[in-house]
T-cell receptor, first 117, second 114 residues
Framework: DAGVIQSPRHEVTEMGQEVTLRCKPISGHDYLFWYRQTMMRGLELLIYFNNNVPIDDSGMPEDRFSAKMPNASFSTLKIQPSEPRDSAVYFC???????????????FGPGTRLTVT | QKEVEQNSGPLSVPEGAIASLNCTYSDRGSQSFFWYRQYSGKSPELIMSIYSNGDKEDGRFTAQLNKASQYVSLLIRDSQPSDSATYLCAVNTAGGTSYGKLTFGQGTILTVHP
């Protein structure tokens, strides 16, 4: 299995620009999660989907952030306009809902390191 | 009170010693408990899952769960310098709209020195 795939791995952009991060979950997984990690705040859940439907977006910091999952194998996280405080590592993770153990084991992608100057 | 709390660390142990990492959680309905290892500059990697009270062993790693006391721990025997990383405790949130979601602790930095 290829694991969770994220692109790009690194993104450097100027304040005010639009940034789009991409994620391909593990085939067969029905949950997809977007996290942000910084030294100050640790790992934060931004939004997650179940069967392509957003379940909880309470972690999305502002209206500048949006996420979509048009199909079971692709999701995007968009920041528009970007700000320096958005600089962080963004992880995508996926899991499969099992009715009995092992359940909810999440597997992370390699992350996208975003720098907004 | 944070939902998932880990001992603050950093934790430093000599090579060959036992490293003990602890985690407490607040949601009594939680059913699934995980330990992730994260090397600097890398993504979290799932190393242990535990669902029932007691111990679960996998190689040099032992996870311990006590639901009555709401704590989960990870023991690393014969610690190696390659074990130096941040260890994240994660707990699933029970039911409702949070089904499938994990709550992560802040992590404990472990350093194993030769």
């Amino acid at each position: 299995d290829a694991g969770v795939i994220q692109s790009p791995r690194h993104e450097v952009t100027e304040m005010g620009q639009e940034v789009t991060l991409r994620c391909k979950p593990i085939s067969g997984h029905d949950y997809l999660f977007w996290y942000r990690q910084t030294m100050m705040r640790g790992l934060e859940l931004l939004i997650y989907f179940n069967n392509n439907v957003p379940i909880d977006d309470s972690g999305m910091p502002e209206d500048r952030f949006s996420a979509k999952m048009p199909n079971a194998s692709f999701s995007t996280l968009k920041i528009q306009p970007s700000e320096p405080r958005d600089s962080a590592v963004y992880f995508c993770a996926s899991s499969f809902a099992e009715p009995r153990p092992p359940y909810y084991e999440q597997y992370f992608g390699p992350g996208t390191r975003l720098t907004v100057t | 009170q944070k939902e998932v709390e880990q001992n603050s660390g950093p934790l430093s142990v000599p090579e060959g010693a036992i490293a003990s990492l602890n985690c407490t959680y607040s949601d009594r309905g939680s059913q699934s408990f995980f330990w992730y290892r994260q090397y600097s500059g890398k993504s979290p990697e799932l190393i242990m899952s535990i669902y029932s009270n007691g111990d679960k062993e996998d190689g040099r790693f032992t996870a311990q769960l006590n639901k009555a006391s709401q704590y989960v721990s990870l023991l690393i025997r014969d610690s190696q310098p390659s074990d130096s990383a941040t260890y994240l405790c994660a707990v699933n949130t029970a039911g409702g709209t949070s089904y499938g979601k994990l709550t992560f602790g802040q992590g404990t930095i472990l350093t194993v020195h030769p």
